[in-house]
């Protein structure tokens, strides 16, 4: 079973930068894309961005492009969010998403983090 971890959130003034990060753990599976989600209060669950094992393509909400930037340390199994020039419309909770496959079964899963709470509030 893969596990994810969340961390970084927290409250920031408008204008200002957090830095969430997401570690996986777990034995036998193979991780592929990481991303993140986020979920306001009373909406639906968006995706945020999310970034191929290699590192050579994303998917980038426009909603954020050009201020949050997404990366991963495979050597970790962690990925990154850096959050720039926040605005309280980025208030929400933000999910760590995991495509994982069971190297014995060949099996693949979708894997989520708990979240971890994101305020963008004066």
Known sequence: QVQLVESGGGLVQPGGSLR????????????????WYRQAPG??????????RSGGSTNVADSVKGRFTISRDNSKNTVYLQMNSLKPEDT??????????????MRTSEVWGQGTLVTVSS
């Open 20 to 35: 969430l990060s997401c570690a996986a753990s777990g034995r036998g599976f193979s991780i592929g894309a990481m991303g």
């Open 43 to 52: 909406k639906e669950r968006e995706l945020v961005a999310t970034l191929i």
């Open 92 to 105: 929400a909770v933000y999910y760590c998403n995991a495509r994982v496959m069971n190297i014995v079964t």
